[in-house]
């Protein structure tokens, strides 16, 4: 809610939107056709961001073993029986050959 007050704040003195104001623009159409697009991607951008950290949460909890119930699919689960299958994650380092 802060991010969309303080860009609809800060869209209020654009200069765009104070003339479409001083022509006569009513406040819904205003909202409808200036404030309203601008305000979408920054408020997109921090969803997905969003989204990132709860699916990093998930993997890392399940990854410890405190997620969802027993044969439900999970990502840190799914890492977690590898690494106690192979010992190790995977994946081997070698050499760059030159």
Same mark, same amino acid.
């Given at each position: /809610? ?10 209020? $003195?654009s200069?765009?939107? $104070?003339?479409?104001y001083?022509?006569? %623009?009513? !406040? ?17 951008? !921090?969803m ?9 949460? $998930? ?18 689960? /799914?890492?977690? $029986? %590898? ?14 050959s030159?």
């Amino acid at each position: /809610m802060r991010l969309v007050r303080g860009q609809v704040l800060a869209l209020r $003195e654009s200069q765009f939107v $104070e003339a479409a104001y001083s022509i006569g %623009t009513s !406040t819904p159409r205003l909202l409808a056709r200036h404030i309203f697009p601008n305000v979408v991607s920054p408020l997109i951008v !921090t969803m997905s961001f969003g989204l990132g950290a709860i699916a990093l949460s $998930e993997v890392v909890l399940s990854f410890f073993g405190l997620s969802v119930q027993v044969g439900r699919p999970s990502l840190g689960r /799914m890492i977690g $029986e %590898t690494i106690g299958r192979t010992g190790s994650s995977g994946y081997r380092l070698r050499p760059l050959s030159n």
